[in-house]
């Protein structure tokens, strides 16, 4: 079934401590979405890609780093992970990266950090 | 910068009344406007957009919003709700001359009682 894959789909992670999340779509997409969903804020865009090779910073990009080797995945890294980054993770995908595409999410990470 | 406004966090409703689920927008620009369901457990979906052309717009599932450009809105009413319409509502907007940058508002809990 063609879609977005995320892992893992929920961890518990230490502060301090290197932790990259997964995006996988087989839908053949050429942009590439990451927000995080915290209550009352509803989702704020961390970072994007138009196209493979290309990223760029969202609203909230501070402490999060993101690579597009290719076209299918899309992994979210944090270098050194604070509890303020403790959210449900949701990974995105549009056909391109026109303001009229719909926009088709994955399952989530929900990541705690202590 | 655009920013959305849902002013109710959460919306109790008894099964077959009916629902209005309001959201303000405020840009310097022509935008395109979504309304995203999320049920439990689950990522986000589309459920209807405005791009261009009729100002109401319909979901297959009996939902429809109105676009209203000089209050700035983009309500969302449903004239009979069931049970399985419980979940949360995202309503977001994206500029027309900044790519496919989503910005969402806080969402709204939509619990249907019986």
């Known amino acids: 079934i063609a879609g977005i894959t995320q892992a893992p789909t929920s961890q518990i992670l230490a502060a301090g401590r290197r932790m990259t999340l997964r995006c996988t779509q087989d839908?053949?997409?050429?942009?590439m979405y990451w927000y995080r969903q915290d209550l009352g804020l509803g989702l704020r865009l961390i970072h994007y890609?138009?196209?493979?090779?290309?990223?760029g910073k969202g609203e909230v990009p501070d402490g999060y780093s993101v690579s597009r080797a290719n076209t299918d995945d899309f992994p979210l890294t944090l270098a050194s992970a604070v509890p303020s980054q403790t959210s449900v993770y949701f990974c995105?995908?549009?056909?391109?990266?026109?303001?009229?595409?719909?926009?088709?999410f994955g399952p989530g990470t929900r990541l705690t950090v202590l | 910068a655009q920013s959305v406004t849902q002013l109710d966090s959460q919306v109790p409703v008894f099964e077959e009344a009916p629902v209005e689920l309001r959201c303000n927008y405020s840009?310097?620009?022509?935008?395109?406007l979504f309304w995203y369901v999320q049920y439990p457990n689950q990522g986000l979906q589309l459920l209807l957009k405005?791009?261009?052309?009729?100002?109401l717009v319909k979901s297959i599932n009996g939902f429809e919003a109105e676009f209203n450009k000089s209050q700035t809105s983009f309500h969302l009413r449903k004239p009979s709700v069931h049970i399985s319409d419980t979940a949360e509502y995202f309503c977001?907007?994206?500029?027309?001359?900044?790519?496919?940058?989503?910005?969402f508002g806080g969402g709204t809990r939509l619990m249907v009682k019986p």
């Open positions: 995105a995908s549009a056909p391109s990266g026109e303001a009229y595409n719909e926009q088709f």
């Open positions: 839908m053949r997409h050429n942009a």
């Open positions: 890609s138009n196209t493979a090779g290309t990223t």
């Open positions: 840009s310097s620009v022509s935008v395109y």
């Open positions: 405005y791009l261009s052309g009729s100002t």
């Open positions: 977001a907007v994206s500029e027309n001359n900044a790519g496919n940058m989503l910005t």
